[in-house]
């Protein structure tokens, strides 16, 4: 019996394509385990969106090798695309594998697992290899059937992004839009629900651009609509979507089905005009407040999320102060904020008026503190009301109530059933302090 153990690093892309990995190892006979115990083998899915990132790979990787130096040590992902040549000089890496060629992952590994070659033969015989075809298709081979470990499953209709947002390496990484073709992602939904899945997050590198490169022949809004008609799934959720490509057609969709949920997640970034240019985003803060407000006129207590980052090149004390005002204004119901960390290669990295590490740390913990203040006031509303919560496969492990997300994305803790889990019941909820939100099952 061949052993295997999956380390992901970074988003929810980089999950799904790990577990489009693990399904294809299942089927070559790969059983898994955890990563803390000795396997086999080790897929390493990287992460490069900071140079942390980079360097958290790096250890994985020599970890790995140290628990069991006979193992056979495969990197993927955004850094193994990135600087494969770096990757390949670590000590104990057997295979460095590209998006490209993900999807034959499983069948280059099964292939000569069984026969101990150097991992530098290993890594020339998959350069020079003929025996499957690697081509830019190929990335649209990966596909899921389960999302192990999670209740809800993210289900990837797009790679790639040509934004170029001066912090992020990505559009450099992942090449430009790649949108799945709409009867692979409609499969694919019916397997997840097939399987039990009731709530679908649609993911993507960039999902606004869904369909960009089939000349809008293929529309987000189809794609949405197509699977919010499917019988058996209860909820479906985008991941995350810029406030520009937010359309009054998608705002009334999402108002007259159900099964989308009130929950928009749309990056800020800043909320001062200058640092947003400086950024290279495609909006300015007045827009995006529009956005929400244009969002709110159609729907009844959206929940919107975003992330943030603190600290970028040239922001000063004024244009922290209009974050700070937008993220109040906007009312954001969770915030995701990440100090500058300059990534090597991007425009970014090159400006030269970088900010000094603790004001960055101020500024952060400034923010922290509104982010905690909003995500209060946000739940508060919800009081004495009956909210529809999926009620997540694991209960909460500090109290053993099961717990869940609303349609809005708020956790609730209750008291139910085992038979409860993984299904979407009604919960009214009692209690709300800051730190968490308690209901009873109705
Ligand atoms: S939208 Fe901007 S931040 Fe997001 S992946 Fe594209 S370039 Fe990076």
């Known amino acids: 019996m061949k052993t295997c153990a999956f380390i992901t690093l970074g988003c929810k892309v980089n999950q799904y394509e790990t577990q489009a990995i693990r399904e294809a190892l299942a089927a070559k006979g790969f059983v898994e385990t955890i990563p803390e115990q000795t396997a086999d083998l080790y897929v390493i899915n990287t992460c490069t969106v900071t140079s942390a990132s980079d360097e958290k790979s790096r250890q994985h990787i020599k970890r790995v090798k140290r628990k069991n130096p006979r193992a056979i040590v495969v990197v993927t992902g955004c850094y193994a695309e990135a600087d494969a040549g770096t990757i390949k000089n670590i000590d104990g890496v057997d295979y460095v594998i590209t998006k490209n060629e993900e999807a034959h992952l499983a069948e280059i590994i099964s292939r000569d697992t069984s026969s101990r070659v150097s991992a530098q033969e290993k890594i020339i015989s998959l350069q020079n290899s003929?025996?499957?075809?690697?081509?830019?298709?190929?990335?649209?081979?990966?596909?899921?059937s389960h999302f192990a470990g999670h209740t809800r499953a993210f289900l990837k209709i797009e790679d790639g992004c040509d934004m170029y947002c001066s912090y992020c390496i990505i559009p450099y990484v992942r090449g430009g839009i790649k949108s799945r073709r709409p009867?692979?992602?409609?499969?694919?939904?019916?397997?997840?629900?097939?399987?039990?899945?009731?709530?679908?997050?649609?993911?993507?590198?960039?999902?606004?651009?869904?369909?960009?490169d089939t000349q809008g022949n293929n529309r987000l809004l189809d794609i949405i609509q197509m699977l919010s008609n499917l019988s058996g799934l209860e909820r479906l959720r985008l991941s995350s979507i810029e406030a520009n490509e937010i359309t009054h057609d998608l705002i009334d969709l999402v108002a007259h089905t159900k099964q989308i949920c009130p929950h928009f997640h749309i990056p800020l970034q800043s909320g001062d005009d200058f640092i947003l240019k400086r950024m290279n985003r495609k909006y300015t803060s007045s827009q995006y407040l529009e956005t929400l407000d244009s969002i709110r006129s159609k729907i009844d207590s959206p929940s919107f999320t975003t992330d943030v980052i603190v600290g970028f090149p040239g922001e000063n004390d004024e244009h922290f102060e209009n974050t700070i005002n937008l993220c109040k204004n906007a009312g954001f119901s969770r915030m995701h904020i990440f100090p500058f960390s300059a990534r090597e290669g991007t425009p970014a990295a090159k400006m030269t008026d970088h900010c000094q590490p603790q004001i960055i740390k101020t500024r952060r913990s400034r923010l922290d503190a509104v982010s905690k203040t909003l995500a209060y006031s946000y739940k508060k509303r919800f009081l004495n009301t009956c909210v529809k919560v999926l009620a997540e496969m694991e209960r909460d492990p500090k109290t053993n109530k099961l717990c869940g997300y609303s349609e809005r994305y708020i956790k609730v803790l209750f008291e139910g059933p085992d038979m409860a889990k993984k299904s979407v019941v009604s919960v009214r909820i009692d209690e709300i302090t800051p730190s968490f939100t308690m209901g009873t099952l109705q």
Do not use: F, M, P, V
């Open 183 to 212: 009867q692979d992602i409609l499969e694919e939904a019916k397997r997840l629900i097939h399987n039990g899945y009731k709530e679908i997050i649609l993911t993507g590198i960039h999902i606004g651009a869904y369909g960009k």
């Open 130 to 144: 003929n025996d499957h075809e690697i081509t830019e298709e190929s990335i649209y081979d990966l596909k899921i």
